[in-house]
């Protein structure tokens, strides 16, 4: 298992427009050193709240780690964010959302499992708590308060980022509006990060289309042929005439 299966390293909330600012460096050219010391200027002045006021050093220190899921990922995932990278230059800044919670729940297997709660309580019922959510993690990760804290920071980012609401209680959350995906290559970037996401690097493709991780999103139809086609990174492995098995190609 990779120390990111085990690691919950969201210690602060992420905010989009960081995640956006990262990327266009990358989009330019810039080597990781010099994005890292962009971000720490351009940090100096940030709040968790995504206001200004004197955080500085904090608040770079506790965002570095999942700003540089892009231009410093972990060995294993350098093709995965190449491959994201090539469809960020694709597409306009304001699409890229799908691409940022490809790449975080990569590098980050924890901010795809408060996804996964998440979107599953979503959909028993319109309203949530993050006491429920809070409760469901504990059964995965234990009762520790880092938990519960990094879990917090995870969902006010999903808020911060517009896939989740407020509602009027405090501690309670609506969804938000659905994004549809029609680009078929970037719902299958979605698809191969929940791949990456598991140890084993490997899950039923109907399971996967389905995972209330995706919460935010409706993904169109995929089927093993097309990711087969288009996806030289994941192994099709066929079981019966609907079961479809697919698997990190380096997994074998």
Request: hydrophobic share 40%; aromatic share 8%.
């Amino acid at each position: 298992m990779s120390k990111r299966h085990e690691k919950i390293g969201i210690k602060q909330v992420i905010r989009l427009e960081w995640m956006d600012h990262v990327l266009n460096m990358l989009l330019a050219g810039m080597e990781p050193e010099s994005i890292r010391t962009e971000l720490k200027s351009y940090l100096a002045d940030k709040k968790q709240s995504g206001g200004t006021g004197e955080r500085g050093e904090k608040t770079y220190l506790m965002a570095i780690g999942p700003l540089s899921a892009w231009f410093d990922p972990e060995p294993e995932l350098i093709d995965f964010r190449d491959h994201a990278l090539t469809m960020a230059s694709k597409l306009q800044q304001k699409q890229w959302l799908p691409l940022h919670w490809a790449i975080l729940s990569a590098a980050y297997p924890f901010w795809f499992n408060v996804a996964t709660q998440t979107g599953r309580l979503l959909n028993l019922q319109e309203q949530i708590t993050q006491r429920q959510i809070f409760n469901r993690l504990k059964e995965q990760y234990g009762d520790r308060e880092t938990v519960s804290r990094n879990a917090r920071y995870t969902i006010r980012s999903f808020v911060a980022w517009g896939v989740l609401k407020d509602s009027e209680s405090k501690g309670c959350y609506e969804k938000s509006n659905i994004m549809t995906i029609q680009d078929k290559d970037l719902a299958i970037l979605l698809i191969e990060a929940a791949l990456h996401t598991t140890p084993e690097g490997k899950g039923a493709l109907r399971l996967l289309i389905s995972s209330p991780a995706f919460f935010p999103f409706e993904l169109p139809v995929l089927t093993g042929d097309l990711i087969a086609k288009r996806a030289p990174g994941i192994d099709v492995i066929r079981h019966g005439l609907d079961d479809e098995l697919l698997k990190i190609g380096h997994c074998k």
